[in-house]
């Protein structure tokens, strides 16, 4: 299974913002939409960062409320692991599990193209596991 499968499922609309935007817009829009991680990109539609709720939590833990009206530019994780349709759930999972992240923006010619999330990655390895058991319980029937 491919990250091109998993997006052709859910789709390849991505929440993003501009690094100049405030924390606090962040900050709402993660709420509003109740997702963990926002994707930083400029504008030509390159990712420059990310912001998750991590983030945010360092950020605010060391500047307080006023954090809130700091660029996201400063609070953002500017280096960000990506990676392509052609990555299998395998591949998505060793990523998340090395870097401990749970957001994986995906990218294709050098621009944003979708993002997979650890939840995507964990009910895409359930279908796998209950697909496998009902074939084999296929199988056994007819032995």
């Known amino acids: 299974m491919t990250v091109k499968a998993i ?27 109740r997702v963990g991680a926002l994707v930083v990109t400029n504008s030509e539609g390159k990712i420059v960062g990310i912001i998750s709720e991590r983030d945010i939590v360092r950020v605010t833990a060391k500047h307080g ?9 400063d609070t953002m994780t500017p280096k960000v692991k990506i990676c392509n349709e052609h990555h299998t759930v395998n591949e998505i999972m060793e990523i998340m599990t090395a870097g401990r992240f749970r957001h994986l923006p995906v ?5 944003l193209h979708g993002i997979i999330s650890i ?24 032995a």
């Open 7 to 33: 997006l052709a499922q859910k789709g390849y609309d991505v929440l993003t913002l501009g690094p100049n935007e405030k924390l606090g817009e962040a900050v709402r829009i993660l709420a509003d939409h």
């Open 65 to 73: 409320a006023a954090a809130l009206d700091m660029p996201v530019r």
């Open 107 to 111: 990218e294709k010619d050098g621009k």
């Open 119 to 142: 939840g995507d990655v964990v009910k895409r390895r359930i279908e796998d596991v209950e697909r496998e058991a009902e074939d084999i319980r296929a199988y056994i029937a007819t």
